[in-house]
């Protein structure tokens, strides 16, 4: 059995006990209502209570069948007739109608059985949602390429992974068996013409389908284009014949025939039934299949749920309350808009001469108890045809993307189920930079290839369900559904670099092709106008600054003052952080905080909290949260995901804060959102205990909890920092380093091949004799800011380099590293006051390494150029830090002299289990190669690190795997160990 298959199981058992437990009330229903038509002598209320029994055993009859119980359907279903046939005799009961309908009933109550029977099928292969990265990656095929030039093999190995699909090399032709069977690939790339002849691969695989068959298509790559060239390529089974020399462009064109449908999203689906028990078993059964379902018990909402929901099936009960199924699809075809969409009915109706009229305004007729596996082709196969018919007039001519129109109304639909679930969208609009340049210098149809390219890369990197288009000449847009604002950056950069590498494929290196990007996010912003603008804004903002970037919209005020305050019914919850115990007393010791917009999920945590030894506060908004905010909090529990405010931005307000209080957090996301939310949160330097996946597991929970009580016991709630409400001043920080109360740290650098010292990268660090640890982002932020920062450059210079013959390194290449500030560039002299410091330290210019984060690129472009080229001169080699969050341009790369390039912590952490961050890493490493540059990963922590970086080719390595950094004692240490090592 597929996990995807015991998922469905679980749910469909948990609503067949939700089911049987309401069964004893309907019938209980049931039979009151018959008891007074028995004792009733009127024939007005006698008619009026069959039709109301008759309503009761229709609703019975029709959802008992499909949980199970078959005998308790059937008897319904005879009780229903029996009732209409009463009516139909507008008459009192004789005494013999009675005791029939008596039995009747007698009958149905008696053939209850509590536990349902498993005659029922229940459908496989179903779908589950699965994160961004699961999805992405399932999404990609691998391709076995047969070729025996190398530089041809390697040009498409970077290519098509460019794309996301995954590619194997073989360039022996004895060993494409086996390879075949090994990998299984999506498709087989073949050089028909290897060394022993024209058409030797053509000849192995027509042997190797003679043996074992082969199940995929092929591509033929070729030289000659003659007629026996094609002719063995037709024996052989191959599917496509390219001539050499081919592009790039012209494969991945191929490729996506045959692997990679364009954007198949999700089936929409409306369901018109006022049976609540049938509303969630045929929900349940079509999400169970990815579909995305919205239920109605009212037919009256159908007209505005259709113009806001869009489906593309509606499914209708054929006996509602107040109406039948016929008339609610006749209103709902009065709307021309509507007339195109499939309508299916549902009853437990099985006169032929009523389905058939039923037919008239239908397009299926399905007859209950229904088989879930039915269910679902019917629902799969309608949907289908309709959106065969729909879909010429929703795709771009050229991109095969959505158009315009399209988007906007899919997006919309987006939104508004969004509003409902209460789950994140992210939007974000792309243009490429200049490119009516690219049309002016190549041409119309270099131009038009560019374009389909970024279409083709975007597809590759999101799901299924995510919506792209071509909203505008170069102008693109993405809506990624179920994602925050940090994943939607992650998945848009990949487009970035990966469409960079594809457009020079296109165009050569003479003309880069960049891509600038604005992204904004529901429920920040809550309309699709409104996030639109915004990202417009970001998109402009970008471009602004010269492009190549991406930028995220800043909330505007207004937007969390229109936020209207959660609902709660919890006492005291509106005081301020000081914790109240269950007789409502105030408890001094030790407090947590509950953060969760829903209730019911506090007052679940509660106990447990308790238990731990904590008082609890119940809190629903994280407005009022963040406004009665104290210091003295020692837990902190916290939903990533409320409609007020995110659990992200929560997190960003507590580091602001310096909080140090333990914090648990929890979401109904997958693993990889907390695990973001984890990892931002320790980069604000929170206390994180635990991220905990809702339904919360007990064991998981109760062990978090003890550790945040022990975390507490042994450290209060407040740190030394927290103890203090204003952090060091510009004179305080002066005085540290006139009177040497800074220190420089070193961590090592290690050469990856090799595992030798090559550097020590020195970090500066202070310890305040009364406030502790200073954050260093913090003091160089305030010595940037206040004129302090040539000194305190100066300063770290200083001591590293008479430090430096002090290591007892005994590699000659052994270099130094110092962090340089954009604002040391505010004084010209700045290389010649360097030098002379590293002069009179008595070591070379060669053996220093100046670092200067990727962010400052964007200042003064001409003076960072001559600044940086004089440090050249000089013989100071040049390292660009943080490379990847800052977007530079490749051009101003291309142009700046910069020996290394470091590959920032926030990819390499991720990059060994998350494939957008490993693209990004494998990219990064290509690009440095491809511009002469030594390339350092930063923040390697696990052993799985360090064979990833292995793996794709980085140079060198620095992170808490190889050492902390370190004072120049251990340091000095840590490399004699190193060295016996």
Known sequence: MTRETQIFREKLAALKIAYASGLNEKLTDIKATADQIITNDSHSDSKALLIDLRAQAHKLAGSAGIYGFFDLGNAARNLESKCQSFIEQNSCLSTADSNAFIKLVDSLLHCYDP???????????????????????????????????????????????????????????????????????????????????????????????????????????????????????????????????????????????????????????????????????????????????????????????????????????????????????????????????????????????????????????????????????????????????????????????????????????????????????????????????????????????????????????????????????????????????????????????????????????????????????????????????????????????????????????????????????????????????????????KHAVVLDDDLMVGRFLKPFVENAGFGVQLMTDPIKFLEAYRADVDLIILDLHMPAMDGVEVLRFLGEKRNNAAIIVISIFGHDVLAAAKSLAEKHDLNVIAALHKPLDQGELIGALRMAYAVSKNYGHGSALAEYSEMPSTDELSVAMNNKMLRVYYQPKVKLASSVVVGAEALVRWKHPLKGFIDPEYFVALAEQNGLIDDLTYFVLQEACTSFKRFNIKNRNFKIVINISARNFDDLSFPDKVANIVSAAGISASDVILELTETSLSNEVGRVIEILTRMRLKGFKLSIDDFGTGHSSLTRLHDLPFNELKIDQSFVSRAHCEPAARVIVKNTISLAKSLGLETVAEGAEKQEDIDMLRELGCGFVQGYFIAKPLPLSEFKDWVKHSMKA
Not at 477 to 493: H, K, M, R, S
Not at 527 to 538: H, P
Not at 547 to 568: E, F, Y
């Open 115 to 589: 536990e349902p029977t498993e005659q029922q099928n229940v459908l496989s292969p179903v779908s589950r949602e699965i994160d961004w990265h699961e999805e992405v990656q399932a999404n990609n095929h691998t391709i076995l390429v047969v070729e025996d030039d190398p530089d041809l093999s390697e040009h498409l190995e970077i290519g098509l992974g460019t794309f996301g699909y995954r590619v194997k090399i073989i360039n022996d032709l004895d060993k494409m068996k086996a390879a075949i069977d090994a990998i299984q690939p999506s498709a087989i790339i073949l050089d028909l013409e290897f060394e022993v002849g024209r058409t030797a691969s053509a000849e192995t695989v027509q042997r190797i389908r003679l043996s074992s068959g082969i199940d995929c298509p092929i591509i033929v790559l070729t030289i000659h284009g003659d007629f026996n060239a094609r002719l063995a390529a037709v024996r052989a089974g191959c599917d496509y014949f390219l001539i050499k020399p081919v592009t790039l462009n012209e494969i991945i064109q191929v490729l996506e025939k045959l692997t990679k449908p364009i954007n198949i999203e999700p089936k929409r689906i409306l369901i018109i039934d006022d049976d609540p028990d049938m509303l969630a078993f045929i929900s349940n059964t079509l999400q169970s299949s990815a579909m995305i379902v919205e239920c109605l018990s009212d037919p009256s909402l159908a007209i505005e749920t259709i113009s806001i929901f869009h489906p593309e099936l509606i499914l209708i009960d054929m006996q509602l309350s107040d109406c039948t199924g016929i008339e609610v699809a006749m209103i709902i075809r009065q709307k021309i808009e509507n007339v195109g969409i499939p309508i299916v009915f549902l009853s437990n109706e099985m006169d032929q001469g009523i389905q058939y009229e039923s037919i008239s305004g239908a397009n299926e007729f399905l007859v209950k108890p229904i088989q879930p596996g039915y269910l679902i082709s019917v629902v799969q196969s309608r949907i289908e045809r309709f959106r065969m018919l729909e879909g010429n007039d929703a795709r771009d001519s050229l991109t095969g993307l959505y158009n315009h129109a399209t988007t906007w109304r899919l997006f919309e639909t987006v939104l508004s189920r969004a509003s409902r679930i209460g789950i994140q969208v992210s939007f974000a609009i792309l243009d490429i930079d200049g490119f009516k340049s690219v049309n002016n210098a190549y041409g119309h149809s270099v131009g038009d290839n560019v374009l389909k390219a970024l279409a083709r890369v975007m597809i590759h990197r999101v799901r299924n369900s995510d919506i792209v288009g071509r909203i505008g000449g170069e102008e693109f847009c993405i809506v990624l559904i179920g994602t925050n604002i940090e994943q939607a950056f992650l998945i848009v950069e990949t487009i970035r670099l990966a469409f960079i590498e594809v457009s020079q494929s296109i165009v050569g290196s003479g003309l880069p092709i960049t891509l600038s990007c604005g992204i904004a996010t529901f429920p920040r912003y809550l309309s699709a106008r409104d996030l639109n603008e915004a990202a417009i804004r970001a998109l402009n903002e970008a471009k602004a600054i010269g492009g190549d970037k991406i930028n995220s919209a800043s909330p505007m005020q207004s937007k969390l003052n229109n936020v209207q305050d959660l609902p709660t019914n919890e006492k005291n919850s509106h005081l301020p952080l000081a914790e109240l115990d269950q007789s409502g007393e105030v408890e001094s010791v």
